[in-house]
């Protein structure tokens, strides 16, 4: 018993420690770490009391409502706010009135309601969620800011079309085509759809920016949007998940190494960032591809235009 306790008690010692570093890296934490802490024991207070939450983003003046529920992303973006991602705020320097947004991997909808106000009424956002529970959040959050502007889809996109079975993680974040060992076998069969099949569908001939957090699917997803990329050359914010791909037979840099084929460069912002080895820096993050006849423009906006990263290089 006291062998189970001294396990136990380092066990939530080194989860302790883990969640100090991860503050620390946070630009929300380093800017207000008083108020970071408070908004944290806030959700956590909710959720036990099992009350929805519904939080404002006064950057982009949008509003948000998530279900009650303790496990999820949704306490990161109730506390850090507008630095929930720096890639959120990065979305202003590629994104403006009139533009075309695809948000793959919708979840809540955090990215499909700051572009919605980006890029205005004559513009378009097309959100992609294949998650019935997070399907249904999603339109009720398009629907609490009055957004007109925006296309929702319950599909899984990959390179084929059909169906497909939709494992449930602990988290509706973690919600995958591939089977994990942090996913049960309870989940929801799912319809499969290309992007370049959605798209021409829907009558959408123009991409300008393109998001896709897919749990490691990412490459399947880019490799059913090969005429879209060629046509539109879009800037894309994709994540580099290895351990997830893995889930897939997929090559951890797959993705990259796909688009890098079609001629693109590669930036990292925030923590991965300034992060110089694999130690330091976080097991999965976002990579935002740039064509390279575009990478001068943005060059600017960046804190490193990079080559792959030391933690890329050796999950090859």
Not at 201 to 229: C, P, Q, Y
């Amino acid at each position: 018993m006291k062998n189970r306790d001294v396990i136990s008690g380092n066990s939530r010692l080194e989860k302790a420690r883990e969640m100090w570093h991860f503050l620390r890296t946070q630009e929300a934490f380093r800017r207000a770490p008083a108020l970071t802490l408070f908004r944290s024991a806030i959700w956590y207070w909710r959720c036990l009391l099992r009350l929805a939450t519904a939080l404002e983003l006064p950057r982009w003046s949008v509003r948000m409502f998530f279900p009650a529920q303790r496990k999820g992303f949704g306490k990161f973006i109730y506390a850090f706010r507008e630095y929930y991602e720096p890639e959120l705020a990065y979305l202003e320097k590629v994104l403006s009135q009139g533009k075309v947004f695809v948000d793959v991997g919708a979840n809540f909808g955090v990215y499909t309601l700051v572009a919605s106000r980006l890029v205005g009424a004559t513009g378009k956002v097309i959100a992609v969620e294949p998650t019935a529970e997070s399907f249904v959040t999603l339109r009720e959050n398009i629907a609490l800011n009055h957004f007109a502007n925006v296309s929702t889809f319950q599909v899984a996109l990959t390179q084929t079309t059909g169906k497909a079975w939709l494992y449930h993680g602990w988290d509706p974040v973690g919600n995958s085509l591939g089977k994990s060992p942090l996913s049960s076998d309870e989940g929801e069969e799912v319809q499969t759809e290309s992007l370049d099949n959605l798209l021409e569908n829907g009558g959408i001939s123009r991409v300008d920016v393109i998001k896709i957090d897919v749990e490691g699917a990412e490459e399947l997803v880019l490799r059913g949007a090969t005429k879209t990329i060629t046509t539109n050359r879009p800037v894309i914010i994709f994540e580099y998940n290895p351990a997830c791909a893995a889930h897939f037979s997929l090559s951890p840099c797959g993705a990259r190494d796909f688009l890098e084929g079609m001629g693109y460069e590669f930036v990292v912002l925030g923590e991965c960032a300034r992060s110089d080895t694999s130690k330091s820096g976080p097991t999965y993050f976002n990579i935002i591809a740039i064509p390279k006849q575009f990478a001068g423009e943005f060059a600017g906006s960046f804190h490193l235009l990079m080559k792959p990263s030391n933690s890329m290089k050796q999950s090859n």
